[in-house]
């Protein structure tokens, strides 16, 4: 069976959704919030670096606790305790500063004073609220929506859209693969099989998608949804055992219903473009500071291997696109179909005894700074594969092809995890696939520091 995530490059057909029509509602909240805190200041006449930190703090509280996110249901009730939390913590730092800049004495803000902004805080919400509410009742900037799944639970789902019109979803249809016979009446229409999900999301320009027990296994739509995952819409699915799951964090709901939210795909991600930043300069840097290391090493290579010290390879790098991959040589393969098929080196009599000290110490990878530099690779991601095995692999392993998601790297969870050289594909595909899944900076971060651990240990 072929990885369908190696198969569509989707991202790029879907129209662009302008960026208010996306965070309309979050930066509403957020301009509102900073808003009514100015005024009080000024108000209050107390324009001073500790207002900025109390400000800066209050704002920061509530992004963590997802108060400036789209959300289906808004209720200032559900959300005070949290509101109030950060209110509270942001209020005690502050304190703190003074007390540190010796102004306890004569605090600048009296307790009144204080619960009267909380209360304006409140007020200013609930009318934003209100407005939101109206606004989606009225179909004004509602999101085109897909359900996946068109049984119990979906339909469900689309009785509970058609009753709470708040909550600014419009949905188009239902997205399912039911045996023959058992489609009842729905409320809206079966528009197309579960494996077109990523076409449909593109046709019907859907904005976001409920996923509803579908007539399809979990191991099924794992791949289908990485793949939609793709394209620019958000993905809420309804948990099992939902009956028994409270509704809390980052969760949603919609009428009984609660929704788990899937993560925004690492590319997605606002600290991305960060990554790619540290690429450019930590290869840079490695490349003039190694320097001397890369021409002794090339030096002894051509010396003990003979001409032709860099070895250029096909690989497999981010959306299946090929690249070409830089080490240096520890065999000369007798044409380019043994460098493509065989798969390893190991115990080839034709590794002179410098090729093995590169290898063993991974330094024949030192040439791949180049190959991050210019934008072939990552310092972080999936090892690269070869596109004879990676073919192979696509078809034995459903998860494999995920792996293309993120650009492959120089070391990655996987490797760290020893898996590499004769190990488990299967499982490097879930350890890749973990890592793109929980991507952030501090875990490319401790991969790094794990992998120089390795090295330094001489385990390769």
């Known amino acids: 069976m072929t990885d369908p995530t190696t198969t569509v490059d989707s991202a790029r057909i879907l129209p662009h959704r302008s960026f208010l029509r996306r965070h309309g509602m979050n930066l509403l909240l957020l301009v509102t919030d900073v808003v009514v805190l100015v005024a009080l200041i000024l108000l209050y006449r107390e324009v001073h670096f500790v207002a900025v930190v109390f400000v800066v703090l209050l704002i920061i509280g509530n992004t963590q606790a997802g108060m400036y996110r789209n959300r289906f249901t808004l209720s200032l009730l559900d959300d005070l305790p949290a509101l109030a939390t950060r209110y509270v913590l942001a209020a005690g730092v502050t304190l703190f500063v003074l007390v540190t800049l010796g102004r306890v004495e004569s605090p600048p803000v009296s307790l009144f004073e204080w619960g009267f902004a909380f209360v304006a805080l409140m007020v200013a919400r609930l009318i934003n609220y209100a407005v939101i509410r109206h606004l989606r009742s009225h179909r004004m900037f509602g999101k085109r929506t897909l359900i996946v799944g068109c049984g119990v639970v979906g339909t469900s789902l689309a009785f509970a859209l058609r009753r709470e019109r708040q909550c600014g979803l419009d949905p188009i249809g239902f997205v399912d693969s039911p045996p023959p016979g058992l489609v009842g009446d729905l409320p809206y229409p079966l528009i197309g099989p579960i494996e077109d999900l990523p076409a449909l999301i593109t046709r019907y320009r859907a904005e976001v998608v409920l996923v509803a027990y579908p007539h399809v296994s979990e191991h099924a739509m794992v791949p289908i949804i990485r793949l939609a995952d793709r394209l620019p819409a958000s993905f809420k699915i309804v948990p099992r055992l939902f009956e028994l799951v409270p509704v809390k964090g980052t969760m949603d709901v919609i009428s009984d219903i609660p929704l788990v939210r899937l993560p925004r795909p690492a590319f997605r991600s606002p600290f991305w473009p960060v990554k790619r930043t540290m690429d450019v300069v930590l290869s840079g840097l490695a490349l003039i500071v190694l320097s001397p290391l890369l021409a002794a090493l090339a030096i002894i290579d051509r010396i003990v291997d003979g001409p032709g010290v860099i ?53 024949d990878e ?48 996987a490797q760290i995890h020893g898996l590499r050289g004769d190990t488990s594909i299967a499982g490097r595909a879930r350890y890749d696939n973990f890592y793109i899944e929980n991507w952030s900076l501090w875990l490319d971060a401790k991969i790094v520091l794990r992998t120089i651990s390795s090295l330094t240990k001489g385990s390769g």
């Open 311 to 363: 070895f250029r390879q096909e690989r497999i790098g981010v959306d299946g696109k090929p690249i070409e991959l830089l080490k240096f040589r520890s065999l000369r393969p007798v044409d380019t179909a043994e460098s493509e098929t065989k798969w390893n080196i190991k115990n080839d009599d034709r590794v002179s005894w410098f090729g093995k000290f590169l290898r063993k110490s991974s330094l």
């Open 366 to 413: 030192l040439p791949q700074l180049l190959n991050i530099f210019r934008g072939d690779m990552s310092i972080v991601g999936p090892r690269p594969e070869r596109p004879h095995f990676a073919d192979q692999f696509s078809q034995m392993y459903p998860y494999y092809g995920s792996r293309h998601r993120v650009p492959c790297g120089l070391t990655g969870w």
